[in-house]
């Protein structure tokens, strides 16, 4: 791996500074006890949890990667892409190439994964199909990506839909984001949507803090709900 100085990472007034392109997503590893950053163009970054450290994945390839979930040795990555591709990659082998699922097995020809998270040996899949412009969250097997359930949903058109996002709730439960109407959808484990409520301001992302806290964050706020 590629290791940063600190003093390439932070500016003078100890501000974190990103020389590289911007940030699609990142993800938290409490095995590495890490961030896990991807970019579009510059591969995939470990960044420890003090912000005081920046390495480049070599064993990682650079693509155009959008979305990234992990487990406790897996990391999930999908491409920014019609047929997005997922690909998996043990950590704790070094991040070593375990295996990629391709269109058609991860999405239709005509559709985009815009977003991806890990729970209990599950994937959940937010994709969008340009075909008709629909929306659906899917839970598959994250060994053998056999699906569970697919729900469809009526996002608003908007440029940014990969901000359209899927956050883990307790008991397996999940939380659908859709920016452009700034709705959460929340879905049960068998996949019933149990509630649709709008929500002021727009919301950005949403990240489930332990096993109670749910924080949402909105363009200028993050906002902490005990749940």
């Not at 699609?24 to 970054?45: H, R």
């Not at 999405?107 to 008709?132: G, H, P, Q, V, W």
């Not at 363009?219 to 749940?227: E, G, P, S, V």
Request: charged share 20%; hydrophobic share 35%; net charge positive.
């Amino acid at each position: 791996m590629m290791k940063k100085t600190v003093h390439q990472i932070f500016r003078r007034n100890g501000n974190l500074s990103w020389e590289y392109d911007p940030i699609p997503d990142m993800c938290w590893s409490s095995i590495l006890n890490s961030f896990i950053i991807i970019t579009g163009k510059n591969g995939v970054f470990l960044m420890n949890e003090n912000l005081t450290s920046l390495e480049c994945i070599q064993t990682i390839e650079k693509k155009q990667w959008l979305s990234c979930t992990c487990s406790d040795s897996n990391l999930f990555l999908t491409t920014n892409e019609s047929g997005s591709n997922i690909f998996q990659y043990n950590f704790l082998l070094s991040f070593h190439f375990m295996k990629q699922w391709k269109s058609s097995q991860s999405c239709n020809s005509d559709e985009f994964i815009y977003n991806i998270a890990y729970n209990n040996e599950t994937l959940a899949l937010i994709i969008k199909n340009r075909t008709n412009n629909k929306n659906r969250i899917e839970l598959r097997s994250s060994s053998v990506f056999d699906p569970f359930w697919s729900i469809t949903f009526n996002a608003a058109y908007c440029l940014t839909s990969w901000k359209n996002r899927v956050c883990v709730l307790k008991y397996n439960e999940w939380l659908v984001i859709d920016y452009g109407n700034s709705r959460l959808f929340h879905v049960s484990k068998d996949g019933q949507v149990k509630a649709n409520r709008s929500y002021k301001p727009r919301i950005n992302n949403a990240i489930l803090f332990g096993t109670n806290i749910l924080v949402i964050k909105t363009l200028d706020n993050a906002n902490c709900y005990r749940i």
